[in-house]
């Protein structure tokens, strides 16, 4: 639920209690699911993380066309799976260090 969801007391702006009661199970409902597909697709983590590094560190001035590029890159599919590899050895790290 948002914090702009509610109104005073019991008003709920344009929404009965019921449809807000309704939305806010949806809410939750699709984060859950959003949640469970990103758990089930770690690539997706890596593909938006990877691009996100490459903004902040390219900083371009079209961002459009340099989206454009980045998504198009042939090799786009080894550089995931470069970084799958490297997300994969940074858990084991971390199983083995919270083991000391």
């Known amino acids: 639920m948002e914090p702009n969801d509610l109104g005073d007391g019991q008003k709920l702006g344009a ?3 019921e449809q807000q009661t309704k ?3 949806f809410k ?3 984060r859950l699911g959003n949640e469970k ?3 089930d697709h770690p690539e ?3 593909l938006l993380g990877g691009f996100l590094a490459d903004v902040l560190t390219s900083r371009p001035g079209n ?6 590029e980045y998504f198009t890159q042939p ?3 080894t550089i995931v799976e470069k970084q799958m590899e490297d997300r994969q050895a940074r858990i084991k790290q971390n199983k083995v ?4």
């Not at 961002?63 to 454009?68: G, H, L, N």
Request: net charge negative; proline share 0%.
């Open 23 to 25: 939305l806010n199970n």
């Open 63 to 68: 961002i459009q066309e340099f989206a454009a």
């Open 15 to 17: 929404l009965s209690i």
């Open 75 to 77: 090799n786009l599919n």
């Open 97 to 100: 260090l919270q083991k000391i």
């Open 44 to 46: 997706v983590e890596c």
């Open 37 to 39: 597909y990103l758990c």
């Open 28 to 30: 939750i409902q699709t």
